[in-house]
């Protein structure tokens, strides 16, 4: 007989999610992904000036607020018709490379890996390491004290879970010293910014402030160090893990979902944006032994309101999409639209995975492909592979972008603003892309009487956690849970594992807990 288990709010994501999974056999044979915070930025910027919208829609997140800010911006450069110059989009670029940094680094260490340790291990461990015995000696006297926030609550450990006491203890002293790189990372991103969270630079036409030499210098001394830790210690976490004991996780391809990615392409290494750090299509169905990109077209993408608390009305693109609500709407379950892509006949409207792992398939990256090659499925353990290895490129293009940036501050007429289209157009619409941390992400306005007339955002998570569509089809999310190992009902693991592989992205967290028993995560079976 089957049962339903209802994890509400699913922790350690950005945003509040509740997931609904129906086992039956011992796996998960149908699940249903809610975002159940409304915020309806959209709305707010009705009316608005339309150069207020960079900075408005960096407040959807405190984590990833660069991301809205430049494709906010990106919007309005094609509304505005303005053209930023090289200078200005390595100074955007750079503010982005310290975003992925720090973005990639927290997901694994803070919100994911806690989900393949036995944290208990660390009490075993034997090794003569001073650091280690440290983080040994401080994990045990937390426990003795009843005091063990952040490492739990948590779910107990289960097969896949990492048991080796010096493995599980290194892990946790890599969990601290990701919070201090994570700490540098978003310094690198106030060079440029101004201050963090939500940098001030970044506005249509390119960004705000010229750089100095000091500037390129600091950055460049903090990326050095950013670079030794993500080569000498996250990868080889991610791949000591992915590739030791998560192999049987990566194999079974737990957490696989529908096999469509998408990338919109980003990070240009040159002035005509022929060179991309991330470049852009689709992929329809994943065969990995003959991966088909298709190009991307955005005009091909439309949102459907069927399953959730918005009125209802036919899938739209985002240009014409609308943001009411319908909070009594009979057979809705979620605040999160649901994104479709029109791949043509013989299926339209397809749900697309955004993401490390879609971007890293489109590219063909070599290095996750090897991982296929050996017996890798995509799936859960896949996408902290793929979150690593972009993390390196990344880092990579900083360098490229630093130099560039410092060839370019050398000639005459150096710009970084095309200040000649400052001033909103009467009319105009533009559409915004950025291959943000957690995927896809596309900025929609259009302005009428120079205000914001319609503005829409498709941000990864409304592509990832999206609900059915109107022929019924599961979201991402949803897709990704079914068929996924839940052998213990009262203990659902790799139901929060295959969704935090996600890094869900819905809302600024604001987590609610219940004053008499302080309890912030329950599951419900049924």
Known sequence: MAKKITIHPVTRIEGHLTIEVEIEDGKVKDAWSSGTMARAFETLLTGKDPRDAPYVTSRICGVCYSVHQLASSRALDVAFGAKVPWGGNL???????????????????????????????????????????????????????????????????????????????????????????????????????????????????????????????????????????????????VLAFGTGPLWKLATMGVGGGHYNYLSYGDFAKDPAW???????????????????????????????????WYKEHSP??????????????????????????????????????AGPLARMLVAKNTTLLDLVKKGAKPGAVARHAARAIETKLIVDACYVWLDQLLTEMTKPGFKIHDTEHWDPPDRGEGAGFNEAPRGALGHWVRIKDKKIANYQAVVPSTWNASPRCEKGIRGPY???????????????????????????CLACAVHIIDPHTNEIRKFIIE
């Open 316 to 353: 739209a693109h985002p240009y014409s999409g609308s943001t009411e609500f319908d909070l009594e709407k009979k057979g809705a379950y979620t605040f999160i639209k649901a994104p479709r892509y029109d791949a043509g006949p013989p299926k339209h409207g397809v749900p697309l995975e």
């Open 91 to 237: 100074i955007r670029n750079l503010v982005m490379g310290a975003q992925y940094i720090y973005d990639h680094l927290i997901h694994f260490y803070q919100l994911s890996a806690l989900d393949y340790i036995d944290i208990m291990a660390i009490a075993n461990y034997k090794g003569e390491d001073k650091d280690l015995l440290a983080v040994r000696d401080k994990i045990v006297g937390l426990v003795k004290s009843n005091d063990t926030f952040p490492l739990t609550p948590r779910y107990e450990p289960d097969e896949f879970n990492v048991k080796d006491p010096e493995l599980v203890t290194m892990a946790v002293k890599h969990y601290i010293d990701a919070l201090k790189m994570n700490a540098k990372a978003r310094n690198m991103g106030a060079i440029w910014g101004g201050r963090t969270p939500h940098y001030q630079n970044i506005v249509v036409g390119g960004v705000t402030s010229y750089p100095d030499i000091n500037q390129v210098f600091r950055f460049r001394t903090m990326l050095d160090e950013q670079k030794r830790f993500v080569e000498e210690v996250y990868i080889p976490d």
């Open 274 to 308: 022929k060179d991309l750090v991330f470049p852009a299509g689709v992929i329809i169905g994943l065969d990995p032994a003959n991966i088909k990109v298709d190009p991307v077209d955005s005009t091909k993408i439309t949102e459907s309101v069927k399953y959730t």
């Open 478 to 504: 949803e897709e990704a849970l079914v068929g996924a190992p839940v052998p213990d009902p009262e203990n659902p693991i790799n139901i929060v594992r295959i969704i935090r592989s996600f890094d869900p």
